[in-house]
């Protein structure tokens, strides 16, 4: 129910008509017969067109040059590569679903105690700026909680932004073919310092940076030997719930997992640790 109004009453009053001036009779039909209110809001709304056609005509050649570098709104680019670099994290309240993965094996890439009773599998781009930026994070967890959690590396190439991903991936099988699972994480952690920087002169030289024969290096990387097994780990990424990079599972002693999607801090992620032990 309501509350209805009524208006007062009043009795009539009688007007006498005022003479209006010539412009308010209409005897021509033009703008400048119409009233001064209606030629005001006639004036104004022409005024918010013309802005908006003289705003188009400066903003359109800039947008459409935007468009072929390939660059996107929210999104950086790589001076190298000149690719959009990798999208903005999910928001917290978009959190993955967790899929089945494979099992972790001792013949994987990892970093600390294989009998660690806390697990973090990371699916990371080497090309991209956000795994850049956690991989700092993973180097302070894998010191600070040594005997406690392992991290084991995963790849997941995100070859749309960055087409060099796929082949730093293989290049770093080869680092672990010729140097073991310490070569691996050397040079990982020198591509992951410079991200964006996967070209194939760069490659080289981190191998040999790191102690690697050359010769080999390049013949194993040139063969394409390791393309399979980049294949199964972005495909085993994907199945784990992987919608972009780095994306990683916190695995407890229990089989219990949690998420840790996106750059998360160091402060974060220590929680989760924490809240697991």
């Known amino acids: ?42 004036g104004f709304l022409a005024g918010i067109v013309l802005t908006a056609v003289v705003g188009l005509f400066f ?13 996107v709104a929210g999104t950086t680019t790589n001076s190298n590569t ?28 990892i970093r600390g105690d294989k009998k660690s009773p806390l697990t973090i599998v990371e699916y990371s781009d080497f090309d991209c700026p956000f795994c850049e930026r956690f991989h700092p994070t993973m180097q302070k967890i894998s010191d600070e909680y040594k005997g406690k959690v392992k991290w084991v590396y995963r790849h997941f ?28 994480w050397k040079f990982a952690d020198k591509l992951a310092g410079e991200s964006g920087q996967s070209t194939a002169e760069k490659l080289t030289t981190y191998a040999k940076d790191i102690g690697l024969n050359e010769a080999k290096f390049k013949t194993c990387v040139d063969s394409e030997k390791y393309k399979q097994k980049v294949q199964d780990d972005y495909n085993d990424a994907a199945a ?38």
């Open 82 to 109: 000149n690719t959009a670099l990798a999208v903005t994290p999910p928001a917290a309240g978009d959190e993955p679903v967790i899929g089945n993965f494979r099992a972790v094996t001792d013949s994987e890439h």
């Open 240 to 277: 784990a719930g992987g919608q972009g990079t780095p994306y990683s599972v916190l695995i407890d002693s229990k089989g219990g997992k949690t998420a840790i999607n996106g750059a998360q801090p160091y402060e974060s992620v220590k929680a989760m640790i924490d809240a697991k032990l």
């Open 157 to 184: 190439p995100l070859d749309s932004l960055h087409p060099n991903a796929r082949k730093a991936a293989e290049a770093s099988e080869c680092a672990n073919e010729l140097g073991g699972n310490d070569a691996f």
């Open 1 to 42: 129910m309501t509350e209805t109004h009524h208006a007062p009453h009043h009795e009539p009053v009688h007007h006498t008509p005022t003479p209006q001036p010539p412009y308010y009779q209409g005897q021509g039909g033009g703008l400048l017969d119409a009233p001064p209110k209606t030629t005001f809001v006639m």
């Open 59 to 71: 903003i359109f050649p800039s947008v459409a040059q935007n468009a072929k570098n390939g660059k």
